[in-house]
């Protein structure tokens, strides 16, 4: 069903983003990639996919916190591919502090990537996709878009923000055969979250295996992660026709962290 349309993944050379292309490229997507890494191992990666699947597989290192190079990745996109059917947004960072220690320049830098990354790249795609009237646009926000936690001004906000954001954007095309949604993922064993296993074992003394216990069981009553594959899945769902009246949603994945 998805067979020759084309997409585009912010943040795709790492975690939940590199799922999402893969599983995209196995439906008959092209696939543009974005974000950072050792250019050997990203034009290996291009490469791989693109054999594997009989894709196109392009690559942008266009900066998400940059409207010029995000604009210039949409049109390079649609020049490329002759349209952007699936934008997904997914870049993003993270950083925790709190609030009145929260250095202005990471409020900043986590506003610009997480938050405004997603108007850039949707102001730019929407126009050539209200021409065709279709068009998926999948925001991956987090359980940090409907919960906070101590710690994350910056991440909490701009979370928050994708999902007002995916809300107006479903609503202003919500009589066309664009939708808007976003994605609710809690822990997910990525390096971003890694990162915070790491600080939390060196914050408290303890093993890894410890930390990432404590990690799953102050938030997430499964006792375990999500995984990249999952995430991509219900991203294959919201391309489906049987989500086209699935519009502003935000959809949980994330072991019962928002049941509670
Ligand atoms: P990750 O660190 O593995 O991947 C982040 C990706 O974003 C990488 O490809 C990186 O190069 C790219 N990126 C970072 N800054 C960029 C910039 N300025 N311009 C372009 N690309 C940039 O992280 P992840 O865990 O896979 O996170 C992906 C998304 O999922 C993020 O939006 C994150 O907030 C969200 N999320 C993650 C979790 C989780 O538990 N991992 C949970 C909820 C939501």
Known sequence: ??????????????????????????????VMLNGFGDHAAIADLTA??????????????????RPDQIEAMVRQAEAAFGAVDILVNNAGIQYTARVEDF????????MA????????????ALPAMQQRNWGRIIN????????????KAAYVAAKHGVIGLTKTVALENARS??????????????????????????REGLPPQAAQARLLGEKQPSQEF??????????????????????????????????Q
């Open 1 to 30: 069903m998805l067979n020759n349309k084309s997409a585009i993944v912010t943040g795709s050379t790492s975690g939940i983003g590199l799922g999402i292309a893969r599983a995209l490229a196995e439906q008959g997507v092209n």
């Open 48 to 65: 791989t996919l693109a054999a594997a699947h009989g894709v196109t597989v392009l690559y942008s290192d266009a900066d998400m916190s």
């Open 103 to 110: 250095p202005h320049d990471k409020w900043e830098q986590i």
């Open 113 to 124: 990537i997480n938050l405004s990354s997603n108007f850039y790249t949707i102001r730019a």
């Open 140 to 151: 991956i926000a987090s359980v940090h878009g409907q919960v906070a936690s101590s710690n």
């Open 177 to 202: 055969g664009i939708t808007c949604n976003a994605i609710c993922p809690g822990w997910v064993l990525t390096p971003l979250v890694q990162k915070q296993i790491d600080d939390l074992a060196v």
């Open 226 to 259: 999500a995984t990249p594959e999952q995430i991509a899945a219900a991203v294959l769902f919201l391309c489906s026709d049987g989500a086209r009246q699935m519009r502003g949603a935000a959809l949980t994945i994330d072991g019962g962290w928002t049941a």
